[in-house]
């Protein structure tokens, strides 16, 4: 029997048997994430996060505890996620964030809790959200890369322009994906920090090579894509099987080559077919086609240009929240009437529509005085849109992207409730009878 005594401050002796056995646990974590075990990782965490939360109970002003707590729970969003609880980490990398504002942490904290939840978001299915995390984690970088003359952050910059373009990849513009892989190249191969690089770079250059390999597939760009999955082959050699595999399968498949495909298959059957089905699956239009297709293309040059030059989904309108705004009012009755009249096609509608949501969560984050003393008047356009497009995924039968757009919507509506006569409240009644339809996200 362990006796306890308690100090002088009154806490229970224990602190200290807990803060160790915490200690402890953190060590058996890392050796199960290395190996890829995940699920055996996850009850470990658990208990080290449940002990974390009696030291705060405990002392709840005491800032080291607090932030050991956030620690826990940021550790686990990986965890997580890798173990296929995906909407459980983003819960607690929720309350990760809300810990880390409250203690006034470095920006870079900050950051990477963006970076990891987008992850998460995106392996949930919840494209919308993933797309607004990833792009707030470069955001956040890239304004500390500019503020330290040594560069001290182009590697975890180049990381983050990975990941986004992953999520761009994934459920995004395949042009932005692309602009931002190759610029997370750029500084693993010939940017400044290049000597500094090591074997966790190397993973996060591969994951970008192999983006732009899918992404230059898919659009029949097939001297690109082989450059790409060349240096892929040429640079992991005997490691990664899975990935070589893959980059044997796209190089067959692009080239009609049976023996390239055969050999894909001996390396790594499923990897192989887990890649040919990556690019072969149908995918919404870039935002540059989806314009196109809707004739205004001219219109909205500029946020298809800008992009390319900072490989950002905020970059389209260089941050700046009036621009934004002033955007996604032009844009939002485009998206309306694509999604209206795109029946057999939906695609460029939904790309709009997507593009236009953004750009309204950026004039909204960014404070645009029109969005918070004059919502109904901008408020009703960003409401149909995003029903438009909750309602078009539904139909699809891609729930979880739905569900992530009624979750914005219902935040929206709520925006509208102080405004609520003749039209608008038919437009708000409209809204949550999709948001019944649909469900909200979990």
């Not at 089905?277 to 314009?291: C, G, I, N, Q, S």
Request: hydrophobic share 45%; aromatic share 6%.
């Amino acid at each position: 029997m362990i006796l306890r005594r308690p100090t002088m401050d009154g806490m229970d002796w224990g602190w200290q048997e807990k803060q160790h056995r915490i200690g402890q646990l953190m060590d058996q974590i890392m050796p199960l994430m290395t190996a890829g075990r995940a699920a055996d990782a996850v009850p470990v965490q658990r208990e080290a996060l449940g002990l974390a939360r009696e030291l705060v109970v405990a002392r709840p002003d005491d800032a080291t505890f607090r932030q050991g707590l956030a620690s826990i729970l940021y550790g686990m969003g990986s965890t997580l996620t890798d173990a296929g609880h995906a909407d459980e980490a983003v819960r607690l990398l929720d309350e990760c964030q809300a810990i880390y504002e409250q203690l006034a942490v470095p920006e870079a904290y900050m950051a990477d809790v963006c970076a990891r939840r987008a992850r998460a978001y995106s392996v949930a299915g919840r494209g919308v959200s993933a797309v607004l995390d990833a792009d707030e984690a470069v955001v956040r970088y890239t304004r500390l890369d500019a503020r330290d003359p040594d560069g001290a952050h182009a590697l975890d910059l180049a990381r983050v322009l990975t990941l986004a373009a992953v999520v761009q990849h994934r459920v995004g513009d395949q042009d932005l994906a692309v602009a931002a892989a190759d610029e997370a190249i750029f500084a693993y191969t010939r940017g400044p920090a290049v000597p500094r690089t090591g074997p966790v770079d190397f993973h996060y250059l591969m994951m970008a090579l192999e983006v732009v390999a899918e992404a230059h597939t898919i659009a029949g760009r097939a001297a690109l894509a082989t450059d790409a999955d060349d240096s892929l082959i040429s640079l992991l050699e005997n490691r990664g099987t899975g990935q070589v595999a893959g980059a044997l399968a796209r190089l067959g498949l692009r080239q009609g080559d049976p023996v390239l495909t055969g050999r894909a298959r001996e390396i790594d059957a499923a990897g192989a077919a887990e890649a040919v089905a990556r690019v072969t699956a149908a995918r919404l239009p870039t935002f540059a086609d989806a314009l196109t297709a809707a004739g205004i293309g001219a219109l909205f040059q500029d946020l298809v240009a800008n992009a390319q030059r900072s490989p950002t989904q905020s970059g389209r309108v260089n941050s700046d929240p009036r621009l934004a705004l002033m955007n996604a009012s032009a844009l939002a009755p485009h998206a309306v009437r694509m999604l209206d009249g795109e029946a057999v096609d939906p695609g460029p509608g939904l790309r709009l529509a997507l593009e236009t949501h953004y750009l309204f969560v950026f004039a909204s984050k960014g404070g645009e005085a029109n969005l918070r003393y004059n919502f109904s008047a901008f408020g009703p356009d960003w409401a149909r849109v995003v029903s438009g497009a909750a309602s078009a995924f539904h139909r699809r039968g891609d729930t979880a992207l739905a569900q992530d757009l009624t979750g914005w919507l219902a935040g929206i509506t709520l925006r509208l409730e102080p405004f609520l006569d003749g039209d608008l409240r038919e437009l708000y009644d409209a809204c949550h009878a999709v948001i019944g339809t649909v469900g909200l996200p979990r």
